[in-house]
């Protein structure tokens, strides 16, 4: 139990995560979950609106109402978390729900995504009990240096878009292994799931980490990561598809689905035990990129790393983290933190504001 936790193990936090196809709560009484619910989402019932913020009372009932059916008093509860879904880039940390971003949210000029009602949600609930709304860590957090913002081309600036809720988490969880404050720390995080993200953690900020929504770095069990630039601008003047074609092959087609037609790696693994070269193949391809990636990321911080993190859905995979490990091993320690953690980096946001260790941020 962290020292925050510990010093608040008696607080209610209540934890939104809004997903594509699902509605994730989850209730926690310190770091002890009191409960956890989630809610699959058909594509017919969703497809009865036409924009992501119509679905707001929807999923606030279906919240609600599973609130209700545990019997629990919402009147206790200390403050609510939503996921951070996609606004103007910000820093890292816990915000304060206002109304600007609520506003930001309902326009949706950065793009429409499920992630979106998470503080919208958030703040409805807080006010009917009078309790703090927050996100932490979203989407959009960018702490880049300026330099790896430059591509190659001003019209391409590269952008932080990346798995910070639970990159975050990790990297303080792996400073508080080795000994050291997450602030003056230098770690690599991998974060494994439908998305790979790698980011470099220097003196508390992501100075340098891939868009892992929209096509960099290496490819993942449903996109397509980095591709040759050329090759690519060819494809999409051929004729031969139009632009939903080509961003699905990028993002939700690509990866191990364009390769092998399934992106559950358990699934792949299965294949290769079966003696299939080509998914043996396809295997090692995408550990080597992501290898390669935390090369690169060990020269943004000279190689000077305290340790290299390996975390997200894939990192239950053994077999992964092993050969991911004889690669980037010599670079520095290989720590494995499975899983995506997001409902408990949500908590952990708001707590760490709760006890005084950090101020809410403005948006």
Do not use: W
């Given at each position: 139990?962290?020292?925050?936790?510990?010093?608040?193990?008696?607080?209610?936090?209540?934890?939104?995560?809004?997903?594509?196809?699902?509605?994730?709560?989850t209730?926690?009484?310190?770091?002890?979950?009191?409960?956890?619910?989630?809610?699959?989402?058909?594509?017919?019932?969703?497809?009865?609106?036409?924009?992501?913020?119509?679905?707001?009372?929807?999923?606030?009932?279906?919240?609600?109402?599973?609130?209700?059916?545990?019997?629990?008093?919402?009147?206790?509860?200390?403050?609510?978390?939503?996921?951070?879904?996609?606004?103007?880039p910000?820093?890292?940390?816990?915000?304060?729900?206002?109304?600007?971003?609520?506003?930001?949210?309902?326009?949706?000029?950065?793009?429409?995504?499920?992630?979106?009602?998470?503080?919208?949600?958030?703040?409805?609930?807080?006010?009917?009990?009078?309790?703090?709304?927050?996100?932490?860590?979203?989407?959009?957090?960018?702490?880049?240096?300026?330099?790896?913002?430059?591509?190659?081309?001003?019209?391409?600036?590269?952008?932080?878009?990346?798995?910070?809720?639970?990159?975050?988490?990790?990297?303080?969880?792996?400073?508080?292994?080795?000994?050291?404050?997450?602030?003056?720390?230098?770690?690599?995080?991998?974060?494994?799931?439908?998305?790979?993200?790698?980011?470099?953690?220097?003196?508390?900020?992501?100075?340098?980490?891939?868009?892992?929504?929209?096509?960099?770095g290496?490819?993942?069990p449903?996109?397509?990561?980095?591709?040759?630039?050329?090759?690519?601008?060819?494809?999409?003047?051929?004729?031969?598809?139009?632009?939903?074609?080509?961003?699905?092959?990028?993002?939700?087609?690509?990866?191990?689905?364009?390769?092998?037609?399934?992106?559950?790696?358990?699934?792949?693994?299965?294949?290769m035990?079966?003696?299939?070269?080509?998914?043996?193949?396809?295997?090692?391809?995408?550990?080597?990129?992501?290898?390669?990636?935390?090369?690169?990321?060990?020269?943004?911080?000279?190689?000077?790393?305290?340790?290299?993190?390996?975390?997200?859905?894939?990192?239950?995979?053994?077999?992964?983290?092993?050969?991911?490990?004889?690669?980037?091993?010599?670079?520095?320690?290989?720590?494995?933190?499975?899983?995506?953690?997001?409902?408990?980096?949500?908590?952990d946001?708001?707590?760490?504001?709760?006890?005084?260790?950090?101020?809410?941020?403005?948006y």
């Open positions: 139990m962290s020292a925050v936790i510990k010093e608040n193990k008696d607080l209610q936090i209540l934890t939104i995560n809004p997903g594509s196809t699902s509605t994730k709560v209730l926690f009484k310190g770091d002890t979950e009191l409960f956890s619910s989630s809610v699959e989402h058909s594509s017919a019932e969703l497809a009865k609106f036409e924009k992501i913020s119509d679905q707001f009372e929807y999923r606030k009932s279906i919240i609600l109402s599973a609130i209700e059916k545990e019997g629990i008093n919402i009147k206790e509860i200390a403050a609510v978390v939503g996921r951070g879904g996609l606004l103007k910000m820093s890292g940390g816990t915000y304060a729900i206002c109304q600007k971003m609520i506003d930001d949210l309902h326009l949706a000029e950065r793009g429409e995504h499920a992630s979106n009602l998470g503080a919208l949600i958030a703040k409805a609930i807080s006010v009917t009990i009078d309790c703090p709304a927050y996100i932490v860590d979203p989407v959009v957090v960018d702490e880049m240096n300026d330099i790896a913002r430059y591509s190659g081309n001003p019209l391409l600036p590269r952008k932080s878009i990346f798995h910070a809720l639970n990159q975050k988490r990790t990297a303080r969880i792996v400073a508080a292994k080795i000994g050291k404050p997450y602030e003056s720390s230098n770690i690599i995080v991998a974060h494994m799931g439908g998305g790979i993200s790698v980011g470099v953690h220097a003196d508390g900020k992501v100075v340098d980490v891939n868009n892992a929504l929209d096509g960099e290496p490819f993942t449903e996109r397509s990561g980095t591709v040759p630039v050329g090759q690519l601008v060819d494809l999409c003047f051929s004729a031969e598809y139009e632009k939903g074609s080509i961003k699905k092959m990028i993002k939700g087609n690509g990866g191990l689905t364009a390769y092998l037609g399934t992106n559950d790696l358990r699934e792949v693994v299965r294949m035990d079966s003696g299939n070269h080509e998914a043996e193949n396809v295997f090692q391809a995408m550990v080597y990129q992501v290898a390669k990636s935390i090369g690169e990321m060990a020269t943004v911080v000279c190689g000077k790393l305290d340790a290299i993190a390996l975390t997200g859905g894939m990192a239950y995979s053994e077999r992964l983290t092993q050969e991911i490990t004889k690669r980037v091993g010599f670079i520095a320690e290989v720590i494995i933190i499975p899983g995506e953690n997001e409902m408990e980096s949500l908590r946001g708001a707590l760490r504001v709760l006890s005084g260790v950090d101020k809410a941020k403005e």
